[in-house]
């Protein structure tokens, strides 16, 4: 198959291949929150339907482009999956949706049996999704890490005010700031 029909398929059925994405990401979410996410277009009003639609934009462009851009796929993984740590998804939720471009579009193509037309191209995108997932998993672990460190800094310091307001020290200790 030819660099342009490739490319004619893809772009033919890219916008149908996001919003599915984009649903399937809503489907971890509850049923109220997902129909606030996804059909409320104000950005400011929904910050993180804003944040959800354009990182599964900006990622299905990553995964279906001609060479994979780790600094791309981190670009349109960050935002959401930051979103995601702070709201408490298990590991395996809050990165679990980057690998669902999968089957959305085997489904929608038809599969990716040998000879198909597409066959190719389909792997590429499953392999590119696959290492999105791993960069998604890295960029979860390294939020959950700073949130873990805030609040173990939030309880520190709630610790020392209390110490200093019941007089038991007069002031703050030094602390090493990674702590």
Not at 35 to 56: E, L
Not at 59 to 83: K, N
Not at 149 to 157: F, K
Request: glycine share 4%; aromatic share 8%.
């Amino acid at each position: 198959m030819s660099k342009k029909n490739r490319d004619d398929i893809i772009s033919a059925r890219r916008q149908r291949w996001i919003e599915k994405w984009l649903d399937a990401l809503m489907q971890t979410y509850p049923d109220e929150s997902a129909r606030f996410f996804k059909d409320t277009t104000d950005p400011f009003a929904n910050p993180v339907g804003a944040t959800m639609k354009k990182g599964i934009t900006d990622l299905f462009d990553v995964v279906a482009a001609e060479t994979y851009d780790p600094e791309a796929a981190h670009a349109a993984l960050e935002p959401m999956i930051r979103v995601r740590a702070i709201q408490e998804f298990a590991p395996s939720q809050a990165v679990g949706f980057v690998t669902e471009i999968k089957s959305i579009i085997r489904r929608d193509a038809g599969g990716s049996k040998e000879g198909h037309p597409q066959a190719e191209k389909l792997q590429q995108i499953g392999d590119y999704a696959d290492r999105a997932l791993l960069a998604a998993f890295d960029i979860y672990m390294n939020c959950k890490k700073k949130v873990y460190e805030l609040r173990a800094r939030q309880a520190r310091d709630s610790v020392s005010q209390l110490l200093i307001k019941k007089e038991l020290i007069s002031e703050l200790p030094d602390v090493d700031p990674a702590l």
